[in-house]
């Protein structure tokens, strides 16, 4: 049925789609489900690359069992704000996170990464966060020194000398900033390759022409980052001036 949970044989079929190379909409076509069901389905398994209908399976049935047992007493990190249906948050989190690991960030730092970006507060503790993800304490620890190292988050001195961590306002400018340059060097180290291979190399007229494909993506994305980040701060100067 259109609005019960999707069968194994639904996600077998959803991987047979996803390899056909076809929409999320023509899968929900096939299947007689919402074209949403088929996004959030995939996007919070892996993406539609590593999507793996098993594995997919299997973590959902994981996911069932664990709302069956309920979350213990006092293992609540931060309930919900006012207005947020428990139930939609928890399967937008799982939404956000698949995203975040199909762009290539690992799960547990996928999982941290969600969490830091949806607390109301602004910032949690690693023992907050262990507790929302139920998760060891040392898992949580791994992937604060992964983010940490990349960029992604921020450490603050909370009370206690209980360091607090959040999503810098200015993490995906820094992100995209970073991809612009890790391109910007394989363009550089492409057009290296060029010249050592001689002017009649097939292969370096291949590196010429990712160079000057990347070159372009390289250029544009740093130039998009940057009026990005002035168009919101300058919202930001709007809205703190009552404007």
Known sequence: MPGGRLTQQERRRIALGLADGLAYAEIARRLDRPASTITREVMRNGGP?????????????RRARRRRQGTPRGTQARPPARGR???????YEETFTGILVAMGLPSMMARVMTCLTLAEAGSLTA???ARHLQVSPASVSKAI????????????????RHE????????????MMASARSTAQLVET????????G???????????????????????????MQAREILRANAEATSGGT
Do not use: K, N, P
């Open 49 to 61: 690359i590593a999507y793996r209908a098993d594995l997919a399976h299997r973590a959902t049935e």
């Open 85 to 91: 249906h428990i139930e939609a948050v928890r399967e």
């Open 127 to 129: 023992a907050e966060l």
């Open 145 to 160: 020194a992964f983010l940490d190292s990349q960029g992604l988050i921020r450490r603050e001195r909370g009370e206690r």
């Open 164 to 175: 607090r961590y959040t999503v810098d306002d200015e993490v995906w400018y820094r992100t």
């Open 190 to 197: 492409a057009r290296q390759g060029a010249g050592i291979l």
């Open 199 to 225: 002017s009649h190399s097939r292969a370096a007229a291949r590196l010429g022409d990712i160079a000057h494909v990347l070159d372009f993506v390289s250029e544009s994305l740093s130039r998009t980052a």
